[in-house]
């Protein structure tokens, strides 16, 4: 028996699944994406009532113009040698990024994530935190080493897995760790730092700390239900939190409609929890640590968390595992209406007479002997599968450390066959 | 020393720990003004705050998750799972991140996290307050497992378990909370008032991890089990008349292998108990050791007596339960093999 014919007097249902509005072969079309202007979006004060923010969660909060001049009540104003340095920041995220691409290519490591056309997702916010703040990152989220003056030998490291591994080879690379850094360790398993940047900050609100905490997820993890734990958290105890979610539109090969993006925005989920929610143009520097700035103080000053979402574009692949013109157009990247987080600030400072193209040329060359310095110099501890099979970087016997505080019985039996068995296999 | 039941000594373990270590938390969900559904957190808001003991939304990950956060930042939370059976939605928070923070960082961020939660049958709880999943917990790398069977130990177990710098997960069986329940479900129930283990230090004082418990010696065969089966075990084996030696497990990761081998290469004979379903149950790994290290002393095939592979059935609760029945048998045939 056919579903139709069970009750003819009623319409035939049918299942929305969404499609993006170009797939590979169509031009890229970003006509239904509105991009309101500059300026547009009002700024409450830090301790206005949620709700204040919440007619604006489908707007945008844009500083740079498109002549790159900063303007309207989101202005940070910042000055020049912070300028000077966020583009900095962003330019070797840029840097380092291509290097360990390449790197990847040639073979040195198994695995790479570019942050390319996110830069100014991460670097704003570091700037507009504090140094002691702590950061629960995913893994597109290198621009907060960066820009907290991680050493890039050690990023390297972690991405060979080599001798120098902070993290002893045991994490897929990009996948660093660092407390002293304010950088939670990566995880694989998408959203589950949400909740736990909610909970640290709940424990620093318990000990009467000052400290806030910032946690980031991408578009397609907020369907997770550990998006809505984190927000149902924070919302309840009022954590010191700023959550971000990196809108770039894509989750691997999956476009955001998937992630409910096509009926509304990923800052209004805020307006059901009661928090405020901002809406920010991802690849404008400006506007994302202004916004970054607001929420900062809001959480510090006791008023609780905030929900940004940036509003960006994921101009490269997934990771070295995915080609992306399989399932958008070539060409999409370079047609997003926001344009590249790296030029616009760059243009801005240019605007202000103060930045130029040969000045900027020697900067990025600059960075570029500083990446292939310290590539050298991590190369020096080894890349991933550079020997034999049984030839390891680590110490094949700390396979079995820190699993727990202390070696119980059975992995310090299986530690002892398995250094038995390879005795056995060099033979 | 004071008589205590299963709840008052879980209860005075966390107060001394709230007491003790200012870094300690306790969340969970009806745990904080009202003191849990079982009571095993009555009067420690009132005493330490709410800042320090507080109700939770209903959503398992969320506790784990922000318990891990909380961890991160240096505190030592305790957080009470309802009922084991709830516990599922947390699992990703347990297994990928909990149980794996102190490798994947190179002991840079521990995790000093308890995850209390009453499992196991035997109240008629249905097949959402009945389960016994320890399994899928022994099988997790960096997670360790507890489950006490008496209120001396559980008490001692769970300031063990708070003062870890490891993630515990500390299944309280929920039939013994108030006494020694023995299988004999017709009978009334004795309260722990009767039992020895029942006298507890008011204060501070642990029962080691890893480490199991001989709780009757025997020469005739050995009994592997934990929390309420090991009354069970002792019930059936006075019953039968058979001189067993019964092993209180206690920890089941890590297991006191020591303590096993040394009774079964004794005795020769094994039979291993639990509540939870059979297949992949916790009890096929300790199948698998004896024959590994004792195959040589066996005398007979090594037996189990577990939960069905069905889900916990209501009505049929105690002919689903390995209760003095099905354990006595299994004793009368480990002695006939």
């Known amino acids: ?427 | 020393m004071t008589v205590m039941n299963m709840i008052e000594a879980i209860n005075s373990a966390q107060d001394v720990m709230l007491e003790r270590d200012g870094n300690v938390v306790v969340l969970g969900e009806d745990i904080g003004y009202f003191g849990g559904v079982f009571r095993a957190t009555a009067g420690l808001q009132k005493k330490y705050g709410a800042g320090r003991v507080f109700d939770t939304p209903i959503a398992e990950g969320g506790i784990v998750g922000a318990a891990i956060g909380m961890a991160a930042y240096g505190l030592r939370p305790v957080a009470e799972i309802q009922f084991a059976d709830y516990i599922y939605p947390a699992f990703d928070q347990i297994v990928s991140e909990a149980s794996r923070m102190r490798y994947r960082t190179a002991g840079e961020w521990v995790m000093p996290i308890t995850i209390r939660a009453p499992y196991g049958g035997g109240i008629f709880g249905g097949q959402t307050h009945s389960q016994s999943p320890e399994a899928l917990f022994a099988h997790i790398a960096g997670m360790t497992t507890i489950i006490p069977s008496t209120p001396h130990d559980a008490k001692g177990l769970l300031i063990a378990a708070i003062e870890c710098d490891d993630p515990v997960v500390f299944f309280e069986p929920k039939r013994i909370y108030n006494g020694p329940f023995d299988g004999f479900y017709e009978r009334p129930v004795t309260p722990w008032a009767r039992h020895q283990a029942a006298e507890v230090p008011e204060g501070h004082y642990t029962v080691p991890i890893g480490k199991a418990k001989v709780v009757r010696e025997g020469g005739d065969l050995t009994v592997l089990a934990y929390g309420t089966m090991v009354h069970v075990a002792l019930a059936a084996a006075e019953a039968e008349g058979v001189d067993a030696e019964i092993i209180d497990l206690r920890t089941i990761v890590p297991v006191d292998i020591e303590a096993i081998e040394n009774s079964v290469k004794k005795t020769g004979r094994c039979l291993v108990l639990h509540e939870a379903t059979r297949t992949s149950g916790f009890g096929a790994e300790l199948c698998a050791l004896v024959q590994e290290r004792c195959f040589y002393h066996l005398e007979a095939p090594v037996r189990r007596v577990t939960g069905y592979d069905t889900p916990y059935p209501h009505s049929l609760e105690w002919a689903y339960f390995p209760g003095h029945v099905r354990v006595g048998l299994a004793l009368r045939q480990a002695m006939e093999d």
């Open chain 1, 1 to 427: 028996m056919s579903a139709k014919t069970e009750r003819p007097n009623r319409p035939a249902l049918s299942l929305h699944v969404p499609e993006p509005e170009a797939r590979p072969g169509d031009e890229p079309d970003f006509s239904q994406i509105s991009v309101p202007p500059a300026g547009s979006v009002p700024r409450p004060e830090i301790a206005a009532p949620a709700a204040e923010t919440h007619p604006y969660v489908q707007g945008l909060i844009r500083v740079l113009d498109e002549d790159a001049r900063a303007i309207g009540p989101w202005d940070p104003k910042l000055d020049l040698e912070a300028l000077i340095r966020m583009l900095r920041d962003m330019a070797m995220v840029r840097v380092y990024d291509d290097r360990m691409y390449r790197a990847q290519r040639q073979g040195k490591t198994s695995f790479y994530m570019k942050s390319t056309g996110e830069e100014a997702v991460a670097v704003a916010a570091a700037h507009a935190l504090d140094r002691d703040d702590m950061c629960f990152p995913t893994y597109r989220q290198q621009g907060l080493l960066v820009a907290r003056d991680y050493p890039l030998v050690t990023m390297m490291c972690q991405v060979y897995s080599n001798r120098g591994d902070p993290l002893k080879g045991r994490q897929l690379p990009i996948m660093y760790s660092s407390k002293e850094y304010g950088f939670f360790s990566i995880s694989g398993n998408l959203a589950t730092q949400y909740p736990q940047a909610v909970g640290w900050a709940m424990g620093s609100a318990i000990k009467g700390d000052s400290r806030i905490a910032a946690g980031w997820i991408g578009d397609g993890a907020t369907a997770e239900g550990d998006f809505h734990n984190a927000l149902t958290f924070a919302a309840v105890y009022r954590a010191p939190v700023v959550l971000n979610i990196v809108n770039n539109q894509w989750a691997i090969s999956t476009f955001s409609g998937i992630a409910g993006a096509e009926l509304t925005t990923f800052a209004a989920r805020a307006v059901g929890y009661g928090i405020p929610g901002l809406r920010v143009d991802g690849n404008d520097a400006l506007a994302v640590y202004a916004a970054t700035r607001w929420a900062a103080d809001r959480a510090r000053a006791n008023l609780g968390p905030t929900l940004i979402e940036l509003f960006t574009y994921r101009a490269e692949g997934h990771s070295t595992s995915d080609d992306p013109s399989v399932y958008r157009p070539r060409e999409a990247a370079a047609r997003w209406p926001l344009g590249d987080p790296v030029e616009r600030l760059k243009a801005h400072l240019i605007g202000l007479g103060q930045w130029d193209e040969d000045r900027h040329g020697a900067m990025v060359d600059r960075l570029g002997q500083e990446v292939r310095a310290a590539q050298k110099e991590a190369e020096k501890m080894g890349t991933l599968g550079g020997g034999s099979l049984l030839d390891f970087p680590q110490d094949v016997a700390s396979m079995f450390d820190d699993v727990y505080a202390t070696t119980p019985w059975h992995l310090a039996e299986q530690r002892a066959q398995m250094i038995a068995e390879l005795e056995a296999a060099r033979k």
